[in-house]
């Protein structure tokens, strides 16, 4: 568990880094206590094996994942940010969780990497609506690629923007809100049953 004066250090950092690199970061302040124990009940942890997160930042989310883990499970955490990243290389040790510098877009690559094919869920709070088309749509479709059969993307966000791109890329989007947080806080449940090998027709428009 994090202390005071660790938590106070995490959350400098994460406002230094909003200042910095807003459209990076979807929010100023990390997740609230509901807003994460929401989107965490999505995960069966009897089955999860392989755990992905992109942008996981000071890692309030990471630690929480951590927590609930199998001891035989590994997490992924992606993360562009330099400063972000090396944070969490020093503070959160832990022998399940590989730390990589780099672009969700590249998932797949950097998983096979550690010896892994697929991912049995994938957790994301990076901003989908202030990011490129083009980049956007390569997430989401190496995102569906990397899901293991029965697999889930799991997405928090602050507007509604993403679904129609999340509705075009998987078969089955379920969505959630949770109102206790700041800002309020959009989720969605993606599910898709094989892989997807192109983008979309509608969307290479």
Not at 8 to 24: C, E, G, I
Not at 69 to 98: G, Q, T, V, W
Request: glycine share 6%.
């Amino acid at each position: 568990m994090a202390t005071n004066a660790s938590t106070r250090s995490q959350a400098l950092l994460f406002a230094q880094n909003f200042l910095k690199h807003p459209r990076m970061i979807g929010s100023l302040i990390p997740s609230s206590r509901r807003l994460i124990d929401r989107i965490l009940s999505k995960v069966d942890w009897s089955r999860a094996r392989v755990i992905v997160e992109y942008g996981p930042g000071v890692g309030t989310i990471t630690r929480e994942i951590l927590g609930r883990m199998r001891p035989d499970a590994m997490l992924l955490a992606i993360e562009m940010n330099e400063d972000f990243a090396e944070y969490l290389k020093h503070n959160l040790r832990d022998p399940r969780l590989r730390v990589v510098r780099g672009s969700a877009a590249d998932a797949r690559e950097l998983l096979l990497g550690f010896g892994f094919e697929a991912a049995d869920y994938v957790i994301s709070g990076i901003p989908y609506t202030t990011m490129p088309d083009h980049v956007r749509e390569q997430i989401l479709v190496a995102t569906r690629n990397l899901l293991a059969p029965g697999g889930s993307f799991l997405v928090y966000q602050f507007t509604r923007s993403v679904l129609p791109h999340l509705e075009s890329t998987f078969d089955r989007v379920h969505r959630d809100f949770e109102p206790l947080n700041i800002l309020p806080a959009q989720l969605f449940d993606c599910r898709g049953d094989e892989p997807l090998l192109t983008v979309p027709d509608s969307q290479c428009d």
